[in-house]
């Protein structure tokens, strides 16, 4: 009979959140998968657990999963644990639990803290519905293009960020979703957790000046009529703008660019991705 693979979520800050059944099941299992053993050793450390690890991150879980199925195939349980919150979800363990289940091989999960989850349960957007969108795209015209499809969805959306990126993620907010409120969650369940409620420019505008750290998780709020009839009032303006230049420059379109940038406040590659993105140059 095989063993079973036990999905272990695991602290995504703060340590006193590890629950008395993750512990237990850590400490049965024959070996712990996980992203940084070094990571995990010193969560288990911390609570006596001995058990021996197995690094299955992103870069080497295809070449793991026959190590880890063997291992369950005679019969020894395993768990899979990331390096906080729940593995497979916009972490490694997908290929994994996909694999043991083609197998017939039992997947239980045992499940504990998530960030999405604490921050959607203090951002006053728990009432309704929500789609949770995982990390946005790293290319800049691909996160722009998601940006603009997410735009019309009318419910919370729930997505990760890098702190390396989080600067242009807002920036683009603040072009694509206009005036509607997001949250952002940092360093949540840390001694410096923050957690922030604004338009995209406030939230932007209030990062601190040196290099933003910390795991970010970002909630655009459900969706405001006025917001959307702001963002679509901006666009409107841009385009009467562009028009009026275009006409004033007899058709030049170098020359309406600049003219349209200085009348509103625009730096020319804003102004150009964003006239771009309505079609107006190609």
């Known amino acids: 009979m095989s063993g079973t693979l036990y999905i272990v ?22 070996c712990v998968a996980c992203e940084d053993t070094r990571r995990t050793r010193r969560l288990l450390d911390r609570f006596g657990v001995s058990t021996r690890t197995l690094s299955c991150h992103k870069f080497n879980e295809r070449e793991r999963l026959e190590k880890v199925l063997r291992l369950l195939r005679s019969g020894d349980d395993v768990a899979l644990v990331s390096d906080g919150g729940t593995p497979a979800i916009s972490d490694p363990g997908a290929l994994l639990v996909d694999a ?3 197998e017939g091989i039992r997947v239980s999960p045992v499940p504990g803290p998530s960030a999405p989850m604490a921050l959607l349960s203090a951002s006053g957007e728990s009432g309704g519905r929500f789609l949770f969108e995982g990390f946005l795209p790293h290319r800049a015209g691909e996160r722009r293009r998601r940006l603009r499809e ?3 969805f009318h419910d919370a959306v729930v997505v990760f960020e890098s702190p390396r990126r989080i600067r242009k993620t807002l920036a683009d907010l603040v072009e694509i979703m206009g005036s509607r409120e997001i949250v952002l969650g940092r360093e949540l ?21 040196a290099e933003v750290r910390g795991e970010i998780t970002l909630i655009l709020t459900a969706w405001n009529p006025d917001a959307a009839e702001s963002t679509e009032a901006g666009s409107r303006r ?9 006409s004033e420059t007899g058709g030049d379109q170098r020359d309406a660019l600049r003219t349209t940038a200085r009348k509103l406040g625009m730096k020319r590659a ?6 771009a993105e309505l079609g107006e140059i190609r």
């Open 9 to 30: 979520a695991t602290p995504i800050g703060n340590l006193e959140d590890t629950s008395s059944r993750s512990l237990r099941v850590l400490e049965s299992v024959k």
């Open 100 to 102: 043991a289940l083609a």
């Open 150 to 152: 997410l735009r019309s």
């Open 189 to 209: 369940t840390k001694i410096h957790e923050t957690i922030e409620r604004g338009t995209p420019e406030s939230i932007l505008q209030s990062l601190p000046d």
């Open 238 to 246: 841009v385009l009467e703008t562009w028009a009026e230049a275009l």
């Open 270 to 275: 804003e102004l150009y991705r964003l006239l």
